[in-house]
Nanobody, 123 residues
């Protein structure tokens, strides 16, 4: 499956952004999907994920719980990350990812990656 991420930008602290990740090429509904982020000089880290069925299990990093919401639309073949109450420490390049099978939070378990979208939160 090929992934195309969009929706990043510059926002003030406390603001909101919604990231989108459009999938093509394979049956998107069969894939577990997730969002990861990478800040300069840091390793790529898990942000949020959702299992392959819409409305099924979601998981969040502790740092974003209560602020970010992941969702998916298997008709539109798109996953979303709604980010509210953004903080300067959320600044990073955000990547969407997909894998067949069960969901994990380990980046190397994901075979398909989007190109990344920059999120910058100013204080």
């Amino acid at each position: 499956v090929q992934l195309q991420a969009s929706g990043g930008g510059l926002v003030q602290a406390g603001g909101s952004l919604r990231l989108s990740c459009a999938a093509s090429g394979r049956t998107f509904s069969s894939y577990a999907v997730g969002w990861f982020r990478q800040a300069p000089g840091k390793e790529r880290e898990f942000v949020a994920g959702i299992s392959w069925r819409a409305g099924s299990t979601t998981s969040y990093a502790d740092s974003v719980k209560g602020r970010f919401t992941i969702s998916r639309d298997n008709v539109q073949d798109t996953e979303y990350l709604q980010m509210n109450s953004l903080k300067p420490e959320d600044t990073a390049v955000y990547y969407c990812a997909a894998r067949l099978g069960v969901f994990t939070i380990v980046p190397t378990d994901f075979a398909s990656w989007g190109q990344g979208t920059q999120v910058t939160v100013s204080s």
